[in-house]
Nanobody, 122 residues
């Protein structure tokens, strides 16, 4: 089992920044951030494959968001800059043991945090 606890969500104005944190009981093969807005499907935001440190981003957040890890603290981060109202969603940290499959496929992640709300106002 892997326990994931997110923190760092909140409300900001457009153009602002937030940093999400995910405290993990341990790392798995892949670690990721997903988000879900009301009435929409859960979508992959960013992922990090811990073996090689390879990162992936959704096109909508490239250049604005950065996924990073602090291995010593077993903590995953999502630095979010230049936020806009379309980024408003509940953000989830996820951990997966699957070595194959797309990084953005939520079914490749076995463990999920409880979610943290991010609200961006215009």
């Amino acid at each position: 089992q892997v326990q994931l606890v997110e923190s760092g969500g909140g409300s900001v104005q457009a153009g602002g920044s937030l940093r999400l944190s995910c405290a993990a009981s341990r790392y798995t093969y892949r670690m990721g951030w997903f988000r879900q807005a009301p009435g929409k499907e859960r979508e992959g935001v960013a992922a990090l494959f811990t073996g090689g440190g390879i990162t992936y981003y959704a096109d909508s957040v490239k250049g604005r968001f950065t996924i990073a890890q602090n291995s010593a603290k077993n903590t995953l981060y999502l630095q979010m800059n230049s936020l806009n109202p379309e980024d408003t969603a509940t953000y989830y940290c996820a951990a997966g043991t699957a070595s194959g499959g797309s990084w953005y496929n939520p079914y490749k992640y076995n463990y999920w945090g409880q979610g943290t709300q991010v609200t961006v106002s215009s």
